[in-house]
Nanobody, 126 residues
């Protein structure tokens, strides 16, 4: 139903910055929130940040708070993740996702999201 296309991943040195983009498209789009998750080799998929589509309420994982900023463009149906002061432990495949169910909060669990992108690799060297 909803297709998500990610871009902006790549290789960056520790302390550098990177900006990820995720564009949503499809016949219908009804998302209460869009979020970013990441998964390193051999590890679980973890929450990074999410934003409520209406109003822009945000939520961040403690590990990225103060360094990452999530934002959205409601006209372009695009969500962004600005990543600053990157660390080697930020290295992972980053996925964007859409939560279509109504909630009074911003979801932080992968099983609460419905549509997923293919992921984009972010590698931070030391």
């Amino acid at each position: 139903q909803v297709q998500l296309v990610e871009s902006g991943g790549g290789l960056v040195q520790a302390g550098g910055s990177l900006r990820l983009s995720c564009a949503a498209s499809g016949r219908t789009f009804s998302g209460f929130a869009m979020g970013w998750f990441r998964q390193a080799p051999g590890k679980e998929r973890d929450f990074v940040a999410a934003i409520r589509w209406s109003g822009g309420s945000t939520s961040y994982a403690d590990s990225v708070k103060g360094r990452f900023t999530i934002s959205r463009d409601t006209v372009k149906n695009t969500v962004y993740l600005q990543m600053n002061t990157l660390k080697p432990e930020d290295t992972a495949v980053y996925f964007c996702a859409t939560d279509h169910s109504f909630k009074l909060w911003v979801a932080r669990e992968p099983n609460e999201y419905d549509d997923w992108g293919q992921g984009t690799q972010v590698t931070v060297s030391s």
